[in-house]
């Protein structure tokens, strides 16, 4: 087993990367590198992309991990009986390809080249109760597209949930930060997260969904600060783009939310403002309708998940 630093990037596939690159624009990325098979996003940290379209019958390819080190990356390939391969993509380094138990392709990359820091656009002062920091100067929001800062985390449905709960703890070093039980000691799936100690992580950075048939839910992206969201929410909606959910703040997580379709119909989710834990916090169990669950917002539509 190794620990993975992080989620690294999602890989889908679609006909048409003029499409799918005019889609992220508006949504919020910033193109890395492209040609004519394939299409590579990145946000405004230092990861050298985040999104990877190839072009095909639309789907969704699988996700990527990134490992702590070169050292770590090769004890995986010695362990599952695989190459250590040059990675041919932005930050070049080196891969691991796995497959899941349902057949998800699983990357794992170490000793990339990082790409420069963007900088943050929307960065408002805010006059917040007694916390009162704007003084003399009108708030002006601008307009635009959310600025993406990175990938937080994946949900994939899958066949067994127990199956595959094992497959990528003993893998990845994952840990779980809330178990969904359908009824006691029935679980639908697992929020897990990366572990690195006493250092804080995301609540959670992969989500299984035990929904016997296995597919993608959704991909998650971080945004810079809450009025980035919104203002990248009327970015969206004047262009036409499909929503599915949101404004809201999820109970689990606690991540201020907003759902977005791309043109072949994956989710995509903007968030911010999310949890922390470390390994201090213990594993909690919760219902489904604390999974489904806003503190404020609209009801999850049915669509969810789909």
């Known amino acids: ?31 890395a590198d492209r040609n004519e098979q394939m299409l590579h996003m990145r946000g405004s940290d230092t990861r050298p992309f985040v999104h990877v379209t190839v072009k095909g019958e639309a789907g969704f390819d699988g996700l990527a991990f990134q490992a702590e080190s070169l050292d770590d990356l090769q004890r995986l390939a010695d362990a599952e009986g695989v190459a250590v391969e040059d990675h041919e993509a932005p930050g070049a380094g080196k891969i691991v390809r796995l497959r899941d138990p349902d057949g ?19 960065h408002p002062v805010l006059n917040e109760g007694e916390a009162r920091r704007r003084m003399g100067e009108p708030l002006r929001i601008s307009g635009g597209p959310s600025q993406v800062k990175r990938l937080g985390h994946c949900v994939i449905n899958v066949t067994d949930f127990r199956k595959s709960e094992d497959w990528y703890k003993s893998r990845f070093g994952l840990v779980t930060s809330d178990e969904i039980e ?28 035990g929904t016997g048939q296995p597919g993608f839910n959704h991909a998650a992206f971080e945004v810079a600060n809450f009025d980035d969201l919104m203002a990248g929410h009327d970015h969206l909606a004047k262009a036409g783009r499909r929503h599915e959910w949101g404004v809201g703040r999820h109970l689990l997580g606690s991540q201020i939310f907003d759902y977005w379709r791309d043109p072949w119909g994956h989710t995509v989710e903007h968030w911010t403002d999310g949890d922390l834990f470390n390994n201090e916090t213990p594993p909690n169990k919760a219902g489904l309708a604390e999974l489904m669950a806003a503190q404020w917002g609209p009801d999850a539509p049915p669509t969810m998940g789909s």
């Open 1 to 31: 087993m190794i620990r993975v630093a992080d989620i690294a990037y999602v890989r889908f596939r679609a006909p048409d990367l003029d499409q799918m690159e005019t889609f992220l624009g508006e949504f919020g990325m910033v193109c």
């Open 104 to 122: 998800f392709l699983v990357e794992v990359v170490a000793g990339e080249n990082r790409a420069a820091q963007l900088p943050v656009l929307r």
């Open 182 to 209: 359908l009824a006691p000691d029935m679980a639908l799936g697992a929020f897990l997260r990366c572990d690195r100690g006493k250092m804080h992580v995301d609540h959670h950075t992969l989500f299984l969904v």
